[in-house]
């Protein structure tokens, strides 16, 4: 039986190949000269602006990658994704984060079943609640309305969330909304972040939301023990009705766990953790913190870019136009990483969030039919706002490794500054980096240049900058709840693209499973060890070595008593 087909053995993949050495011949400062080429290589939709003029790449290149999207089938793909068939072969599911911002009246199936007004049913259990406890009519044990919340969570239930909550801080609007009331998350396991989380924060006047969907994801749970404990030490054991509610679809281990059951939020198997935060997974804890109306703008900014992604002709969409320039820039051009580089402090958390939800999808050895890829797939995502990077890590990107990067920038400052006297704004200052330094990745700078203002011949080759490093930038009116949702959803759609492309199932995540198990079998040999002195036994001599270094300490805390963090 022969084995299934890998896009690879297309003839428009091998077209591209081909293509590689006439693209090597080229230079981004000879290519950037072409007027009509800058031109061509924009796309514009409801203010965001991309130019990818500066990838290593022609008209030529983009044609080619068009016909292998159509060899991929990637209108199709796309297609099924949103109608809701199960392109989750691995696992048998539907992948339909697009459903968790469709208009009420949309209908998107999944098993036969429209499944909007479900998440509809959701979000409005949630604007109904989050307006009780912000209101303060909601009270705690003792009577005071709360206004901390600390979200429990950790992964997809962390990452997306915390990214919309920084980005929103210092939004204006969102600023209002929020005033009086903090929004805190605990994702590690660490007691160290446990302390940190509720530093400061009065049991009486805190809500802990904890986020499982099963309601046994093992860290998570120590974690919504330990703040259980927390309130119950302080408040006694009828507070946590009070103090803690849940986001899972376990109604049985919510209601053992203490919490009523008629404060848990239901999300769906098909919805992927790292796809979650528009679920109630994020929608909840920051309708909690910033009023559901704003919330509800950032689903429409996602919105409208799912919209875009799924009825735009490919020369003119974002999502598709980024997913394949990655795939050049990755598969064809040798360029393993990516970094994304925001220049708005207020994204400082998209790196981290892009991070999870591309290498968690992509990061991929077979293909969907579980046929071992022969080309490399997946990228390795960093990143960190500017100009904060130009003073750590652009020195490797302009003169060490080539790494294809992503410009960010806001036309409006959240939080426009102004000396009088001062040259520029403070966001001119910011947005003077933003514009110089794609430009001074792909010109670089020559022997010749330098010679010509008499630099020592010594020096030249230290500050010689090849150039030739592709980039492309992002241009966002603002930044609001609104555009906040649509760069999440460009960046959702474009790792999709990639996958669709390569071939491979963007939305399981196997790979986290088996150092899950072993962790199993650690937990097991420490409780042994600690609880009944029982030597180390079934690991191999490293970890066993190791193991037997650690146990040599007494633990910081005893075994025969709760201790909290005391901070």
Known sequence: MASPALISDTDQWKALQAHVGAIHKTHLRDLMADADRCKAMTAEFEGVFLDYSRQQATTETVDKLFKLAEAAKLKEKIGKMFSGEKINTTENRSVLHVALRAPRDAVINSDGVNVVPEVWAVKDKIKQFSETFRSGSWVGATGKPLTNVVSVGIGGSFLGPLFVHTALQTDPEAVASAK??????????????????????????????????????????????????????????????????????????????????????????????????????????????????????????????????????????????????????????????????????????????????????????????????????????????????????????????????DFIGVIKSQQPVYLKGETVSNHDELMSNFFAQPDALAYGKTPEQLRSENVSENLIPHKTFQGNRPSLSFLLSSLSAYEVGQLLSIYEHRIAVQGFIWGINSFDQWGVELGKSLASQVRKQLNASRMERKPIEGFNPSSASLLARYLAVEPSTPYDTTVLPKV
């Open 180 to 405: 009086g009331r903090q929004l805190r998350f605990l994702a590690n396991v660490d007691p160290v972040d446990v302390a940190r989380s509720i530093k400061d924060l009065d049991p009486a006047t805190t809500l802990v939301v904890v986020v499982s969907k099963t309601f046994t994801t093992a860290e998570t749970m120590l974690n919504a023990r330990t703040i259980k404990e927390w309130i119950v030490s302080a408040l006694g054991p009828q507070a946590v009705s009070k103090h803690m509610i849940a986001v899972s679809t376990n109604l049985k281990l919510v209601k053992e766990f203490g919490i009523d059951p008629n404060n848990a939020f239901a999300f769906w198997d098909w919805v992927g953790g790292r796809y979650s935060v528009c679920s109630a997974v994020g929608v909840l804890p920051l309708s909690l913190q910033y009023g559901f109306p704003i919330v509800q703008k950032f689903l429409e900014g996602a919105l409208s870019i799912d919209n875009h992604f799924r009825t735009s002709s490919f020369e003119k969409n974002i999502p598709v136009l980024l997913g394949l320039l990655s795939v050049w820039n990755v598969s064809f051009l040798g360029y393993p990483a990516r970094a994304i580089l925001p220049y708005s402090q207020a994204l400082e958390k998209l790196a981290p969030h892009i991070q999870q939800l591309s290498m968690e999808s992509n990061g991929k050895g077979v293909s969907i039919d579980g046929v071992r890829l022969p080309f490399e797939a997946g990228e390795i995502d960093f990143g960190e706002p500017g100009t904060n990077g130009q003073h750590s890590f652009y020195q490797l990107i302009h003169q060490g490794r080539v790494i294809p990067c």
